[in-house]
Nanobody, 121 residues
């Protein structure tokens, strides 16, 4: 049973920074960050493929957000810089168990509780 615990959300002014953290109860090889604003569909933000040693960043946050993780036993991070009002959403950490592919469109089956990120003046 995998449990994900998120932290790091909050309020920040445009241009500010936040770092989200996600700790998993057991090693997970494929993890990612997703976000959902009220009335919007869930949007993939960034994916970390620990086995492949690769990351994927959504076009909307490239150059501003960075996903990182030392290994499958360590927390997953999302460093968010130059935050914009459109980044406001609930951010969810997710993990995929098994499978042979790790992408934003993969079927992540373990989800954290979510952490609110609000970017406004």
């Amino acid at each position: 049973q995998v449990q994900l615990v998120e932290s790091g959300g909050g309020w920040v002014q445009p241009g500010g920074s936040l770092r989200l953290s996600c700790a998993a109860s057991i090693p997970t090889w494929c993890m990612g960050w997703f976000r959902q604003a009220p009335g919007n569909e869930r949007e993939g933000v960034a994916i970390s493929d620990t086995i492949g040693g690769t990351t994927v960043i959504a076009e909307s946050v490239k150059g501003r957000f960075t996903i990182s993780r030392d290994n499958a036993n360590k927390p997953l991070y999302l460093q968010m810089n130059l935050l914009k009002p459109e980044d406001t959403a609930v951010y969810y950490c997710a993990a995929k168990r098994g499978g042979d592919i790790c992408s934003i469109r993969s079927d992540f089956d373990v989800w954290g509780q979510g952490t609110q990120v609000t970017v406004s003046s």
